[in-house]
């Protein structure tokens, strides 16, 4: 998972069919390149909704899915259909561009059978030029696991698993609202260890009524089979989600931060470095597709709800699709699956670009800035110069680097940026 910023929209909003000559308009932007495009793709639909997830997920039971499928069953063709249409009316802006990474998340896409994934990444190949080594990441809920599903996701040419394992511990799991318990976490990282190079696994931590042992004895089962790579979530309490409404007793602030700490030595010690404020990987496992979003770079999002951030010479555009199921396959079916579609503004840019940027370990480089903002320097000066006099950030002439404090205290860090 990459928190990748959230705009409010409602899916009462009609469509938005903006020209194609718009995006290719002079503007008050010059960015001198395109950066790396990867491609997101969103798979809606979860067996349940679980009581944190504010993401646009739905139980497919709801009827949500009502289609081709019928009530009860993921419309898969259609929706892959509605996937493709939304493809093709996005192609005149990413013309002759290359996908250096796929990433397919939701919900939970391993609902999704191994052939219809197959026939997705075929479609995919259809009409979009893929780097030779392209990474294709598949988000998969271990409650969704069944003998040799892993691996027909590899044969599809799915190249890394995402796991959404949260803990091995079935008490938490329960408090989780999960649909899987421990046995079935573990025979799903076991099955992913065997059927794929490189793999993640999602892990929560200050989970409800969590101690510091128990947490030690998840982080020790999670790298007793030596995974590539690990994101860790504080769990956050998300409004408008049934734990806003009956919050969980959770781990005070003070236990929450020294879990963290721990976290970080126990990965540290088996070998993996925190690349990024919630990622640790093994030297040459880190997750491609997420460090383009974190450098700024560009993704076309297709699927309900799901975001795009795309660049041309003269302006930095964002856009979401509707997020309503039923209605994205409508309206995507019909070619006009977007409803919002807004240039960032100037002013908002640098902020933008710091959300991102700064959760790097290794920051970014100053270079990096113009060329994807389009902005000079001088519109970052004053932010940097406070964050380096309050120890929050190191610099020299070409890098800019969070320190250990910039870490721990990202949000004022990032808050340094934000548009006068
Ligand atoms: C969109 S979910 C995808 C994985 C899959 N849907 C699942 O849950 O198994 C991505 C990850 O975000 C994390 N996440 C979701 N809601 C969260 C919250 N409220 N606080 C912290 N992490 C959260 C979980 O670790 C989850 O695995
Ligand atoms: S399985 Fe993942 S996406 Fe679905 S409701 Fe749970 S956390 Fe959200």
Not at 228 to 241: D, V
């Amino acid at each position: 998972m990459a928190h990748i910023p959230i705009t409010p929209q409602s899916d009462a909003d009609p469509a938005v069919v903006r020209d194609i000559q718009h995006y290719m308009r002079p503007g008050l932007l010059q960015l001198p390149s395109l950066p790396p495009l990867s491609l997101y793709v969103h798979l809606p639909w979860c067996l349940k909704k679980c009581p944190y997830c504010d993401f646009n997920s739905h139980e497919f039971r709801d009827g949500s899915g009502d289609g081709v499928g019928g009530p009860g069953q993921v419309p898969e063709q259609r929706y892959i259909d509605a996937l493709m249409a939304d493809l093709e009316a996005a192609l005149p802006l990413i013309w002759g561009r290359t996908v250096h990474s796929i990433f397919i998340g939701g919900g939970t896409p391993s609902l999704f059978s191994p052939q219809s994934i197959d026939r997705l990444l075929s479609d995919i190949r259809a009409r979009l030029r893929l780097e030779s080594d392209c990474e294709i990441t598949m988000e998969a809920n271990p409650g969704t696991f069944e003998k040799d599903r892993f691996r027909a996701y590899r044969s599809a040419g799915v190249t890394r698993l995402s796991i959404g394992v949260q803990s091995f511990n079935d008490t938490h799991l329960k408090a989780l609202g999960r649909v899987h318990d421990r046995a079935q976490a573990l025979a799903a990282v076991e099955e992913a260890a065997q059927a794929f190079d490189t793999f993640n696994l999602d892990i929560m931590y200050a989970l409800p009524g969590q101690t510091m042992p128990e947490l030690e004895q998840d982080l020790l089962t999670a790298l007793a089979f030596a995974p590539p790579h690990i994101s860790i979530y504080h769990l956050t309490i998300e409004p408008n989600t049934y734990f806003a409404k009956f919050p969980p007793a959770i781990p005070e602030d003070d236990q929450a931060y020294a879990m963290l700490d721990r976290i970080t030595e126990m990965t540290g010690e088996a070998g993996m470095a925190r690349y990024e404020i919630s990622a640790y990987a093994r030297p040459g496992h880190q997750c491609f597709h997420n460090i383009n979003y974190w450098q700024f770079g560009d993704y076309l999002g297709i699927g309900a709800g799901a975001h795009s951030k795309l660049s041309f010479a003269h302006r930095v555009v964002r856009q979401v699709r509707f997020r309503d199921p039923a209605r994205y396959m409508d309206n995507a079916l019909a070619g006009r699956a977007m409803a919002q579609d807004d240039d960032v503004r100037r002013a908002d840019l640098p902020f933008e670009y710091m959300l991102n940027a700064l959760r790097l370990r290794d920051g970014f480089a100053l270079q990096d800035f113009t060329d994807r903002t389009g902005l000079p320097l001088t519109t970052i000066a004053k932010g940097l110069e406070a964050a380096e006099r309050k120890g929050l950030i190191e610099r020299d002439a070409a890098r800019v680097r969070p320190t250990e404090r910039g870490f721990d205290f990202l949000s004022d860090l990032q808050e340094l940026f934000l548009a006068d």
